[in-house]
């Protein structure tokens, strides 16, 4: 009887829109948090040590959907939308991306993280550990972009698309991405492409918003120049077949953060994680095991 009382009175709340987040919840919980008069949508479940999964620029957390579920059967298993992606709105004024990450922890009441950036979401994540690395446990960087590293390897294929498609309408825009070299991967695996074409289609808004560098507040000094005060368990990943920049920034990162672990994930381009799932988890695991106890 209990139980069917529970789902009643759930069900009661969410018709009257209100913010489950502040009932205890045992399977996970998702929410909005206002910071600093922006929103962020995240979601999180699971129990034990937390891992908060940080996604790129073009896509959302849903990005995270092979790992998501499966390493919370073991962790705390955290992802959101960076604003302007996903379910968090476009940002109106300049915000900082690292303490975004800082704000979640503290909502979600996590003392210490491992925590997982992919491209724009590994420079946040570098970032955050070097800004705040009481709250770091591990660092898994992932086709991560670097701040202030000149790998002498333009991607100026990203540079024209960026110029082209705020032009032209988002299914357009995702289809003249998917000629890019970071989705070299998943050109004859239909899934996964379709999987992605639609992020790139909802995410449109996000990736084109006019002068959306002028929101980001940046730490200093840049990121490149501070890699070597990072002290944590850090793992490195890239696809074999990604964009000549970024395989770059995987060596100058493992070059220059002490004691990190380099893994190239082959017949993968820049999204390893759901162009090669069951690899990708399993290198992710067998980090989480070895540092995380």
Do not use: C
């Amino acid at each position: 009887m209990r139980s069917q009382h529970s789902f009643w009175f759930m069900s009661i709340l969410l018709l009257l829109g209100l913010n489950l987040d502040v009932f205890p919840q045992t399977d996970g919980s998702r929410g909005v948090i206002d910071i600093n008069g922006g929103k962020v949508y995240y979601e999180a479940i699971g129990r034990g040590k937390a891992i908060v999964f940080i996604h790129g620029g073009l896509v959302d957390s849903r990005l995270w959907d092979d790992q998501f579920k499966e390493f919370a059967k073991k962790y705390r298993v955290v992802r959101y939308d960076i604003r302007g992606r996903g379910k968090s709105p476009l940002p109106t004024e300049p915000y900082s991306l690292v303490n975004d990450v800082k704000e979640i922890l503290r909502h979600l009441k996590i003392e210490k993280a491992s925590i997982v950036g992919l491209s724009l979401g590994g420079v946040i994540a570098a970032d955050f550990v070097l800004e705040y690395p009481e709250f770091v446990e591990s660092l898994v960087l992932v086709s991560a972009g670097l701040r202030g590293f000149d790998s002498g390897k333009p991607d100026r294929e990203g540079a024209a698309i960026y110029g082209a498609v705020a032009t032209i309408p988002p299914e357009k825009a995702a289809s003249l991405w998917l000629t890019h070299p970071h989705f070299a991967g998943v050109r004859k695996n239909k899934k996964v492409r379709e999987k992605l074409f639609q992020m790139l289609v909802d995410n449109y808004a996000g990736y084109t918003q006019k002068d959306a560098g002028k929101f980001y507040v940046l730490p200093q000094p840049e990121t490149d120049e501070r890699l070597s005060k990072i002290k944590v368990p850090t793992l490195i990943v890239a696809g074999s077949l990604d964009a000549e920049y970024i395989l770059a920034n995987a060596n100058e990162l493992k070059a220059n953060i002490s004691g990190s672990e380099l893994v190239i994930i082959k017949n993968a381009s820049h999204h390893p994680n759901i162009e090669k799932p069951s690899e990708f988890n399993k290198v992710l695991r067998t980090f989480l095991q070895k540092h995380i106890k």
